[in-house]
T-cell receptor, first 115, second 114 residues
Framework: QQQVKQSPQSLIVQKGGISIINCAYENTAFDYFPWYQQFPGKGPALLIAIRPDVSEKKEGRFTISFNKSAKQFSLHIMDSQPGDSATYFCAASRISSGSARQLTFGSGTQLTVLP | DSGVTQTPKHLITATGQRVTLRCSPRSGDLSVYWYQQSLDQGLQFLIQYYNGEERAKGNILERFSAQQFPDLHSELNLSSLELGDSALYFC?????????????FGPGTRLTVL
């Protein structure tokens, strides 16, 4: 019930194209869904996040679409650029015992944007 | 630069040994998290501390332990090391423990167990 399933494992997109990464979860206690971007040799960095009371959130070229009933959410990268080439992780968060908030990460998607 | 520092950057050791990884959170952040990233297990939450106290435990082995000191830096101790412990270990920090504050990740420590 703690798992977050992410697909695809890898994605190759042409410059200017749309990159779409999908995630699904089971635990309805999750109430916060961030996406992290990780470049080689670096730690993950927060890209964009959404709460389940919103169906879509857009920040620049990055959009999260959220389907609460299907327990699925996705990241769309519009006008993909070579600089977007990185590994993307979806995550889900909930309050656990001790009033702590844990992140459960998906398995990651390695995005390559071809020039 | 996230403001979270981790030392050392690389660590090579032998099976059965013990190592200590160090993390300094962003200025003002009270919560520290440890994660393990490996090829087969992905990014896994290990443990969280808030203002010196343990707040949550994830998939942390009994051979591993952590603590957060009064100056809020944290150390992750790994003992009786096995080959399978080779991984990237990340520390992250956030302002509070239970809010949706952003977790800022450090650059990681790459541990290689030979």
């Amino acid at each position: 019930q703690q798992q977050v399933k992410q697909s695809p494992q890898s994605l190759i997109v042409q410059k200017g194209g749309i990159s779409i990464i999908n995630c699904a979860y089971e635990n309805t206690a999750f109430d916060y869904f961030p996406w992290y971007q990780q470049f080689p040799g670096k730690g993950p960095a927060l890209l964009i996040a959404i709460r389940p009371d919103v169906s879509e959130k857009k920040e620049g070229r990055f959009t999260i679409s959220f389907n609460k009933s299907a327990k699925q959410f996705s990241l769309h990268i519009m006008d993909s650029q070579p600089g977007d080439s990185a590994t993307y992780f979806c995550a889900a968060s909930r309050i656990s015992s001790g009033s702590a908030r844990q992140l459960t990460f998906g398995s990651g998607t390695q995005l390559t944007v071809l020039p | 630069d996230s403001g979270v520092t981790q030392t050392p950057k690389h660590l090579i050791t032998a099976t059965g040994q013990r190592v200590t990884l160090r993390c300094s959170p962003r200025s003002g952040d009270l919560s520290v998290y440890w994660y393990q990233q490996s090829l087969d297990q992905g990014l896994q939450f290990l443990i969280q501390y808030y203002n010196g106290e343990e707040r949550a435990k994830g998939n942390i082995l009994e051979r591993f332990s952590a603590q957060q000191f009064p100056d809020l830096h944290s150390e992750l101790n790994l003992s009786s090391l096995e080959l399978g412990d080779s991984a990237l270990y990340f520390c992250a920090s956030s302002l509070l423990a239970g809010s949706t504050d952003t977790q800022y990740f450090g650059p990681g420590t790459r541990l290689t167990v030979l």
